[in-house]
């Protein structure tokens, strides 16, 4: 049994058919690939995943159940956590309050406590910055901050929505060298990407999107070989 | 040639900076016409400045409502006045039994606090229920459509206020032994009353409570979090309902304790349409001290409450405007026009009206 399976999903907006029949499969442990252009339906299919969006048709098996009738809140104590596109730090609270908040649904003070010093271990800077606000870290320190707030969590599955967006290629580097050692340590990985150069180093499979369909997918290796995803993805001619 | 400066500069920004230098000249010349002429004693002045702040921390507890609500659903609740009817008049009946058992003078304190408890409850109540009945089918339509619906709602609970305890006067028990007199500090007697006092100590104990629940606890953590982003908050495993109603709850609570709270400092005046002046007022403060900001309820309660009784006597007099006392409500008013225009983010807070829902 995969732990997550998509099915033949068709989400709207309004009239607007974003999603046309996607189906796709993680498996326990794995890091799998979304890439896909502007607009291919990429954030739309995280959020229908983890319940913001209600799917028309089609169904969302995580570790077996549908869950397309659960509400958004109810996810993340079940294994989901997401990494929202445009990181959705909360700016107004410290660092350490935005961490807590991804261990809200937890009660064991003690496993929290620990959880928190893995996540400084993870990434330092945030330990240097517990008091700041979250509003006033730069890019890249939010998008650790939002990182450590899913891994807070304890999730089994990890939906990242372009981790790299907007951040200097050391950062990329070293966000991509994060989420391997997260999936090392047993978190699985839905990792949506524009960056499909850095995505399928770290991957192991890929689904490529194009307006709200899947066209292929492979493993990540095949697709770095595979000659339209170069040309699209890759900027190889 | 004209300077480039002077297109730059519009004729509504020359109209309001004529205007607020105008309002800051009366202000001065009326202060100093009132002071000068040394009609009343400094005694008189901490009286006012007493009554003042007694007053403000009535209205700061009920604007604490207005920001709570429209911290996290953006929305004004324009029937919060109407929830602090509902728990003053409520509670009148158990004060005035507690009154005529002897109970409120023998124990006050217990007294008083099962009276801020017990109002407290009824309006938490009822605001609960508004939220459920009138305005969370409306979540997610154009803000003014539940605008509006507050609106109607308002006179609904005002009319089934008055049907439930008819249209006359209620009151409140007159002051209780404990704070009858003055406050002497050694031997010296202050113009201040123990009622202002404890008008005021009560007020701001409630409020510090409620700053605790927002910056201390994990539900206010949570309440932050919502206001800030709802879709985030949701993904948290935050259960965005809940908080809501744990939001009108809290709003609730505070307001209904400012009824008793009222109702010990001016025992007349307890009726269905109680809550309008009260709710505008406190509105005002809201918005004085940035709505959706817990620090700037408390402070635009104070500070209106300050202006009202110290505006008529130090400033209006002062302009030889007669009958300044009766004039009151309209400084209230003026102010919130003037903080409309001129600094619509309040003191502390956000601009009203331009944060998206
Ligand atoms: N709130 C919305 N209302 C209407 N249409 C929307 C909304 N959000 C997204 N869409 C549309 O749905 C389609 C898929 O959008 P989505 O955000 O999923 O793309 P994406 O692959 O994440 O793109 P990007 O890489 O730019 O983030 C687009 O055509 C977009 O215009
Ligand atoms: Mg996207």
Same mark, same amino acid.
């Given at each position: 049994?995969?732990?997550?399976?998509?099915?033949?999903?068709?989400?709207?907006?309004?009239?607007?058919? *974003?999603?046309?029949?996607?189906?796709?499969?993680?498996?326990?442990?794995?890091?799998?690939?979304?890439?896909?252009?502007?607009?291919?339906?990429?954030?739309?299919?995280?959020?229908?995943?983890?319940?913001?969006?209600?799917?028309?048709?089609?169904?969302?098996?995580?570790?077996?159940?549908?869950?397309?009738?659960?509400?958004?809140?109810?996810?993340?104590?079940?294994?989901?956590?997401?990494?929202?596109?445009?990181?959705?730090?909360?700016?107004?609270?410290?660092?350490?309050?935005?961490?807590? #908040?991804?261990?809200?649904?937890?009660?064991?003070?003690?496993?929290?406590?620990?959880?928190?010093?893995?996540?400084?271990?993870?990434?330092?800077?945030?330990?240097?910055?517990?008091?700041?606000? *979250?509003?006033?870290?730069?890019?890249?320190?939010?998008?650790?901050? *939002?990182?450590?707030?899913?891994?807070?969590?304890?999730?089994?599955?990890?939906?990242?929505?372009?981790?790299?967006?907007?951040?200097?290629?050391? #950062?990329?580097?070293?966000?991509?060298?994060?989420?391997?050692?997260?999936?090392?340590?047993?978190?699985?990985?839905?990792?949506?990407?524009?960056?499909?150069?850095?995505?399928?180093?770290?991957?192991?499979?890929?689904?490529?999107?194009?307006?709200?369909?899947?066209? #292929?997918?492979?493993? *990540?290796?095949? #697709?770095?070989?595979?000659?339209?995803?170069?040309?699209?993805?890759?900027?190889?001619? | 040639?004209?300077?480039?400066?002077?297109?730059?500069?519009?004729?509504?920004?020359?109209?309001?900076?004529?205007?607020?230098?105008?309002?800051?000249?009366?202000?001065?010349?009326?202060?100093?016409?009132?002071?000068?002429?040394?009609?009343?004693?400094? +005694?008189?002045?901490?009286?006012?400045? !007493? /009554?003042?702040?007694?007053?403000? /921390?009535? @209205?700061?507890?009920?604007?604490?409502?207005?920001?709570?609500?429209?911290?996290?659903?953006?929305?004004?609740?324009?029937?919060?006045?109407?929830?602090?009817? !509902?728990?003053?008049?409520?509670?009148?009946?158990?004060? =005035? %039994?507690?009154?005529? /058992?002897?109970?409120? =003078?023998?124990?006050?304190?217990?007294?008083?606090?099962?009276?801020?408890?017990?109002?407290?409850?009824?309006?938490? /109540?009822?605001?609960?229920?508004?939220?459920?009945?009138?305005?969370?089918?409306?979540?997610?339509?154009?803000?003014?459509?539940?605008?509006?619906?507050?609106?109607?709602?308002?006179?609904?609970?005002? @009319?089934?206020?008055?049907?439930?305890?008819?249209?006359?006067?209620?009151?409140?028990?007159?002051?209780? &032994?404990?704070?009858?007199?003055?406050?002497?500090?050694?031997?010296?007697?202050?113009?201040?009353?123990?009622?202002?006092?404890?008008?005021?100590?009560?007020?701001?104990?409630?409020?510090?409570?409620?700053?605790?629940?927002?910056?201390?606890?994990?539900?206010?953590?949570?309440?932050?979090?919502? %206001?800030?982003?709802?879709?985030?908050?949701?993904?948290?495993?935050?259960?965005? &309902?809940?908080?809501?109603?744990?939001?009108?709850?809290?709003?609730?609570?505070?307001?209904?304790?400012?009824?008793?709270? =009222?109702?010990?400092?001016?025992?007349?005046?307890?009726?269905?349409?109680?809550?309008?002046?009260?709710?505008?007022?406190?509105?005002?403060?809201?918005?004085?001290?940035?709505?959706?900001?817990?620090?700037?309820?408390?402070?635009?309660?104070?500070?209106?409450?300050?202006?009202?009784?110290?505006?008529?006597?130090?400033?209006? +007099?002062?302009?030889?405007?007669?009958?300044?006392?009766?004039?009151? &409500?309209?400084?209230?008013?003026?102010?919130?026009?003037?903080?409309?225009?001129?600094?619509?983010?309040?003191?502390?807070?956000?601009?009203?009206? +331009?944060?998206?829902?």
């Amino acid at each position: 049994m995969a732990l997550l399976e998509v099915n033949d999903v068709h989400t709207y907006y309004g009239n607007i058919h *974003a999603l046309k029949g996607i189906s796709l499969t993680v498996e326990e442990g794995e890091v799998v690939c979304l890439i896909g252009g502007n607009g291919a339906g990429k954030t739309t299919t995280l959020r229908t995943i983890c319940g913001l969006l209600r799917p028309r048709q089609g169904s969302v098996l995580f570790r077996g159940h549908d869950i397309i009738d659960f509400p958004p809140h109810t996810l993340i104590s079940k294994g989901i956590a997401m990494v929202p596109e445009g990181r959705g730090v909360f700016a107004k609270l410290t660092v350490t309050e935005n961490l807590e #908040l991804g261990a809200y649904y937890r009660q064991d003070k003690e496993g929290i406590k620990k959880d928190m010093e893995n996540v400084f271990s993870l990434f330092p800077r945030l330990r240097e910055r517990q008091k700041q606000l *979250a509003g006033t870290m730069s890019g890249g320190e939010q998008q650790m901050l *939002a990182m450590g707030r899913a891994l807070m969590a304890q999730p089994r599955l990890l939906l990242l929505d372009e981790p790299s967006m907007g951040l200097a290629p050391v #950062l990329v580097e070293a966000i991509f060298d994060i989420i391997q050692t997260i999936n090392k340590d047993g978190v699985t990985i839905l990792l949506v990407e524009q960056n499909a150069h850095m995505a399928l180093q770290v991957g192991h499979r890929g689904y490529v999107l194009q307006t709200g369909e899947i066209v #292929l997918s492979d493993t *990540a290796k095949a #697709l770095q070989q595979n000659a339209t995803v170069q040309k699209a993805y890759l900027g190889i001619e | 040639m004209r300077s480039r400066y002077f297109d730059n500069i519009s004729w509504v920004s020359l109209i309001l900076g004529i205007l607020r230098i105008v309002i800051l000249v009366l202000i001065v010349v009326g202060a100093y016409n009132t002071l000068s002429s040394g009609k009343y004693s400094a +005694e008189a002045w901490v009286g006012l400045i !007493a /009554s003042g702040l007694a007053q403000g /921390s009535i @209205y700061a507890l009920i604007a604490l409502g207005y920001t709570l609500v429209y911290g996290i659903l953006l929305m004004i609740n324009f029937a919060h006045g109407e929830i602090f009817m !509902a728990g003053a008049m409520t509670a009148s009946f158990l004060a =005035n %039994s507690f009154a005529r /058992s002897g109970f409120l =003078n023998q124990s006050p304190v217990l007294a008083i606090f099962i009276l801020l408890c017990f109002a407290g409850l009824v309006s938490a /109540s009822i605001a609960i229920l508004l939220e459920r009945i009138a305005y969370r089918p409306l979540r997610g339509s154009p803000r003014l459509v539940p605008l509006i619906t507050a609106i109607g709602a308002s006179f609904f609970l005002q @009319y089934t206020f008055r049907g439930l305890y008819g249209s006359g006067f209620q009151s409140y028990p007159g002051t209780v &032994d404990a704070l009858k007199g003055n406050l002497t500090i050694g031997s010296l007697q202050t113009p201040i009353t123990l009622t202002q006092v404890f008008v005021f100590f009560c007020a701001f104990a409630l409020m510090m409570a409620l700053y605790w629940l927002v910056e201390r606890t994990k539900i206010g953590m949570a309440m932050r979090a919502v %206001s800030e982003n709802k879709e985030v908050a949701a993904l948290m495993g935050i259960n965005i &309902d809940r908080i809501i109603v744990i939001t009108f709850a809290l709003g609730g609570f505070l307001a209904g304790a400012a009824g008793v709270i =009222n109702g010990i400092y001016r025992p007349q005046g307890v009726f269905f349409r109680m809550g309008f002046f009260p709710g505008v007022k406190a509105f005002t403060a809201a918005v004085l001290g940035g709505i959706g900001s817990v620090p700037g309820a408390m402070l635009g309660g104070l500070f209106l409450g300050l202006v009202e009784s110290l505006g008529p006597n130090l400033v209006l +007099e002062g302009l030889g405007i007669p009958g300044a006392n009766q004039l009151k &409500d309209a400084i209230a008013f003026t102010m919130l026009v003037l903080v409309l225009i001129f600094r619509p983010q309040g003191i502390l807070g956000e601009r009203l009206a +331009e944060k998206k829902a």
